[in-house]
């Protein structure tokens, strides 16, 4: 059974760097096929893809974020890591890791972990 376990720092401040992690057990990040995802649902908001990283170490990021977004692995760990700089209180959000095909469908991702509450406040 894959799980992902997403773990970050809950409030940050406007204008620093936020660093998510998500943890991925029962599969490996580098099995072959896979993309391994961000994204994040503001309050009331419907969900928005942020990036992925391909088993192969390849990165693919939104155009609306894509000057703010890094997405990194370390394979030794089978984690994943997600981040955003410049932050500012319009992106605060739940920040959630999930596996995918490929793209941007976020309904088609499967399995997602719970997420994380990401503050931005001063």
């Known amino acids: 059974q894959v799980q992902l376990q997403e773990s970050g720092p809950g409030l940050v401040k406007p204008s620093q760097t936020l660093s998510v992690t998500c943890t991925v057990s029962?599969?490996?990040?580098?099995?072959?096929?896979?993309?391994w995802n961000w994204i994040r649902q503001p309050p009331g908001k419907a969900p928005e893809w942020i990036g992925a990283?391909?088993?192969?170490?390849?990165?693919d990021y939104s155009p609306s974020l894509k000057s703010r977004t890094s997405i990194s692995r370390d394979t030794s760990k089978n984690q994943f890591t997600l981040q955003l700089r410049s932050m500012t209180p319009e992106d605060t959000a739940v920040y959630s890791c999930?596996?995918?095909?490929?793209?941007?469908?976020?309904?088609?991702?499967?399995?997602w972990g719970q997420g994380t509450q990401v503050t931005v406040s001063s």
């Open positions: 999930a596996r995918g095909p490929g793209g941007s469908l976020v309904d088609i991702f499967d399995p």
């Open positions: 029962g599969a490996s990040i580098t099995t072959n096929g896979y993309y």
């Open positions: 990283i391909h088993y192969s170490g390849t990165t």
